[in-house]
């Protein structure tokens, strides 16, 4: 009996595409991410020194002494460091910005390469809006940078935090009272929990979704001898984020689509 090989490799990739439709189909529908948008931080200065016990002199324990938003995505790591230092270290009445509003905005699902010691992530945070603490994956990459004095020697007091991700870590919601399991993660110099996220309301209506709450420690302040205020679930500030929900491609389309170019291009060897 003679075999067409071509009928044979076109029926097996219609079962395959048949399979793979009835494994994802239902699911792979409700797949969304996000596009767009911003956080808004809102740090508390007196609830940050108070939390932190570095304080060598009569300057506070700790200030934000500088920001940068998203446009500063092309300085290096040395840069956001060492720019705009203030010459007098001492007068930090001259020195403190304000920590109110700093607004960081929601990076998209590819980003330009990363200068030096930059670490800015791009979006890959997926999720069924259906049920978004159930199915919440990735992270949502954030562009911006914050520098923080704290009151030790140099070169040591300049802290950077930024190339940040929003992440939801459901093993951490409720471990104590207020805790959502959000997190703010650092990637700027080392990964560490920035901040935890408490007292989180979420509201996901048609295509926006908001998330609104308040800002406690991370552990990646503990070496600023904060690991007492994060235990005690200090609330240190506010936040506020806001983006816009978009349905994911369907991928098993383009896998159905690849599945069959592979058969037109078997078939033309065939020919």
Known sequence: MKINLFN???QTLAIAVIAVLGTLGSAGAQAATVTGGSLILNLNRDAL???TILDNTPAPSIYVEEFWDVGAATKTFSQLREQNTPANLTDYAANEISAIGLEYAVNGASIAPNPAGRQNRATDFTFDPNNLYGTANGGIGLGGAIRFRVDVAPPSNRILLGDMTLEYHPELENATPGRSGWLLVNHIGFDAD??????????????????NGNLGFGWGFDHLGASVARLNDARIGTF????????????IWLFASALLGVGASFRKRLA
């Open 8 to 10: 044979v490799v076109r």
């Open 49 to 51: 020194i108070a939390g």
């Open 194 to 211: 920035a901040f935890e996220l408490f007292d989180v309301t979420t509201n996901l209506t048609g295509n926006s979704l908001t998330l």
């Open 240 to 251: 506020s984020f806001q983006t816009t929900v978009v349905p994911l491609p369907p991928a």
